[in-house]
């Protein structure tokens, strides 16, 4: 593919834009719902919430920080059918924090989370597209953010 000057390179055809925007939403409706059906069982959404958490808190430690108490508390109400996994770990920056949301994004991957235990980008589409409603709040020093999805299943 790239040994005729005339052959587009690959890293040009897979971050073409030139795709017709209706192919686009097609093709990130079909990796949603791939997301959402790779999940089976009922207790998917807390292992997720929990493992993010976790992952952000481990982050937070490994960057040091002087009297850093770390916790990772989880809230399960049943008559309302809500979780809520609260934690004070590293957050999520300003300039990634729409990214986050997007199929197959990991910043766990891209920032080289060295324990974390997951880096699909797969959990935060699960959450948020799995379920009636999902919120999303994270505050580092520089900024804080709250992100809320009604309707998603």
């Not at 997301?35 to 040091?64: C, H, L, M, P």
């Not at 920080?65 to 008559?79: L, Q």
């Not at 809520?84 to 957050?91: A, I, K, L, P």
Request: with cysteine; charged share 25%; net charge negative.
């Amino acid at each position: 593919m790239n040994g005729d000057p005339g052959t587009p390179k690959l890293v040009d055809v897979l971050t073409s834009t030139s795709v017709d925007p209706e192919e686009r939403l097609y093709d990130l409706c079909l990796q949603i719902e791939n997301i959402v059906t790779s999940y089976d069982d009922r207790f998917d959404a807390f292992a997720e919430g929990v493992q993010n958490s976790v992952d952000a808190v481990i982050q937070r430690w490994d960057e040091g920080g002087e009297g850093y108490d770390p916790f990772v508390r989880i809230h399960v109400d049943c008559g309302a059918l809500a979780l809520t996994v609260t934690d004070n770990g590293c957050g999520v920056a300003q300039q990634d924090f729409t990214s986050v949301f997007r199929p197959n994004f990991s910043l766990k991957r891209r920032l080289r989370h060295q324990n974390a235990r997951g880096e699909k980008g797969a959990g935060v589409v699960f959450l948020q597209f799995a379920h009636p409603s999902f919120a999303f709040a994270t505050k580092t020093a520089e900024w804080q953010q709250t992100y809320l999805l009604a309707g998603g299943d």
